[in-house]
């Protein structure tokens, strides 16, 4: 059985850092695309960040770009989350998933495995 357990999540003060963690377990293989997303309160789901299953593609939303960066262990089975120059509008829940495929697909369709979230809140 797959799990994914999100960690890292807290409040935050604006133009802070925090660094999110999924751990996975349970999967084949480490051979599959991770990403990102978050979803604020009364907000879809939106996609943030993803990475391939090397390591050698990244995507980030532009809301993120410069600021966030996307990173793997895969002798770990863990994905992280740097996030620097945190604003309010970062403030959601944050999820890790893991794809169908080796891509960082940016669509949430590409992605079969889900973790439970962990919430980031930047306070102004």
């Known amino acids: 059985q797959v799990q994914l357990v999100e960690s890292g999540g807290r409040l935050v003060q604006a133009g802070g850092s925090l660094r999110l963690a999924c751990a996975a377990s349970g999967l084949a293989s480490s051979n599959y695309g991770l990403g990102w997303f978050r979803q604020a309160p009364g907000k879809e789901r939106e996609f943030v960040a993803a990475?391939?299953?090397?390591?050698?593609?990244?995507n980030y939303a532009d809301s993120v770009k410069g600021r966030f960066t996307i990173s793997r262990n895969n002798a770990k089975n863990t994905m992280y989350l740097q996030m620097n120059s945190l604003k309010p509008e970062d403030t959601a829940v944050y999820y890790c998933a893991v794809g169908r495929g080796l891509l960082a697909s940016v669509t949430a369709g590409a992605y079969r495995y889900w973790g439970q979230g962990t919430q980031v809140t930047v306070s102004s």
């Open positions: 990475i391939s299953w090397s390591a050698g593609s990244t």
